[in-house]
């Protein structure tokens, strides 16, 4: 396949992955319908301006932009380094603040493949009896959710917790469509479920969002979660990170997290 060619077919992936017919997706970029279907069709090469345009509207992720405009002939647009790369020490910098300041709650910072890339104390204080294998890095945050070796017995509401992880990595892989997630969705699916068969509890009425419900040293620790990205990143390391915050979601958790806080401190004195 020419190199227009090649363009052509990862374009139309595209507007299909967006649901948008070429009629709607000319629209939007101001162009016509037939230039778009020669675009798709490698009749016509895109300049990188146009090319960047279009995938703007499409919202590609960038490692993805990078990829069209390597199969357009073009360098790529958007660099990928190290988050101890010098370039990128503010942002670093940024992800230790809002870690530590988050303490004693857990919170931690995953890449586009759920490597746990940094975590506060609360999260390595919460993996205490997770088997060690899976805390060999990289460590997979949701192998290590689910995995029957990992929190997935301490967790309370795992099916609920499981179907609402793995319907946001199904949603993640409709967005870029990376086969390496799609095949870690497989195997996180095909983990076992002790609460497959379990009678599913009411939800509560008042519930505002899934809530994460841990037993730990014969308590149960409820939390909700936030998940934080960068603004306008032009780095791709950037781009695919998130930093996911749990708070608690009663003052029982939140004391209990404190003096958990309080006892490490002490035994590290």
Known sequence: MNTAGQFGALLRGWRQRRRLSQLEFACEANISSKHLSFLETGRAQPSREMLLRLAEILDVPLRERNILLAAAGFAPEYPERPLDHPALHAARVAVEQVLNAHEPYPALAVDRYWSMVAANRTVHALLADVAPALLEPPINVLRLSLHPQGLAPAIVNLSEWRAHLLARLR??????????????????????????????????????????????????????????????????????????????????TAAILRQLTVSKAAAHV
């Not at 095909?190 to 609460?195: D, E």
Request: proline fraction near 7%.
């Open 171 to 252: 949603r993640q892989i409709d967005v870029c469509g990376d086969a390496k997630l799609g095949a870690l969705y497989e195997e996180l699916a095909a983990l076992p479920n002790p609460q497959a068969h379990a009678v599913p509890k009411t939800v509560d009425a008042n519930a505002v969002v899934v809530p994460f419900r841990l037993s730990m040293q014969g308590h149960v620790l409820n939390f909700i979660s936030t998940t934080t990205m960068f603004g306008t990143p032009v780095d791709i390391t950037l781009s695919e990170l998130a930093l996911e915050c749990f708070y608690p979601a009663d003052d029982a």
